[in-house]
């Protein structure tokens, strides 16, 4: 039986919206759109902010803008940065823009590994070890994304065991914290339980995280059974942007806001202010044309409209 732990008292969020939610836009999003993004978020009260990926610009042609979206940022203190880097090649692309953390990207599941960055999970770990050594070298933070950790749109099912497997790998090429990826959201919060304690075993709470795709509707209750192990780090999208190229079907990851309006609501801290953040979602809304996927946002925008 899974331990229950008073739930934390406080929680992280990274806010993916700029990076996981656009890079599946259709329309190009111009930089100083994400730009402005990335400032509300910020003022907002977010401190950690998931900008962009160093990719290659065929593959993901909306994430080819990286240098002058972090170039366009003025940076406020407190405020950590951070960007995917798959190999060497984004790696030295992302230095000259002094992100404070890299993020490689990995999956519990051999056919994702390979539709999304082209190769097999051993060898994806061949390609990020040299990025982990340079950036502790340079003293930037290097967090894993374990993806397909609850399921695979190729593969089907995907065991814990196979997610520790990963865990392990990240953790023998010195990758400092592990994040647990949803990317479809098939999830459920045992399985979701059952995920995290795998990687539990591998590193210190503080340094793994839930990423909940939310898809099935099940994210809000996959940071609940994470809280329930004292997870208390999570990346969350602002009005639920977002999707991945290489898993069709998938929407965006959980919103920011409902995030926010649940952990409130069980008297967590966050340090955000959610009318901020409802207005930086409808700012990116209008921007991309499409109604906030947060059903949060909607009832507050509907309170407001009622008020006003
Ligand atoms: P590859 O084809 O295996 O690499 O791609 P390659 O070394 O053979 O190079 C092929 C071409 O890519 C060459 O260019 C390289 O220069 C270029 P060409 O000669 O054809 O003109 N290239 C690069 N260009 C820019 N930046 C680079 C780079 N590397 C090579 N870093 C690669 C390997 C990983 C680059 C490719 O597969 C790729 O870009 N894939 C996209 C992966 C991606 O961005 N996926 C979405 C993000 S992951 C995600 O959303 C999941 C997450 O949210 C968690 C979750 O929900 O699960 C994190
Ligand atoms: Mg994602």
Redesign the pocket.
Known sequence: MTPVYPLPSAVTLVD?GPR?GL?NEATVVPAEAKVELVHRLQAAGLREIEVT????????PQ?ADNHSVMAGIQRAAGVRYAV????L??FE?ALSDKPDEI?V?G?ASEAFSQR????SIDVSMERFRPVVAAARDHGIKVRG????ALGCPYQGEVTADEVEHVVRLMKDIGVQHC?V???IGVGTPAKVQAALERALKHYPVEEVSG?F?DTYGQALANIYASLQLGVHVF?ASVGGLGG????KGATG?VATEDVVYMLHGLGIHTGIDLDALVDAGAYISGVIGRPTASRVARALMARRGAAA
């Open positions: 993916v996981d890079q990926s160093y990719v290659s610009p065929k593959w993901v994430m995917l880097t798959p190999n090649r984004g692309d993020v990207f999956a999304n960055i082209n190769c994304a374990i993806s397909c994040g990826a949803d990317t990423h795709h990346d991945c190229p290489y898993a990851n």
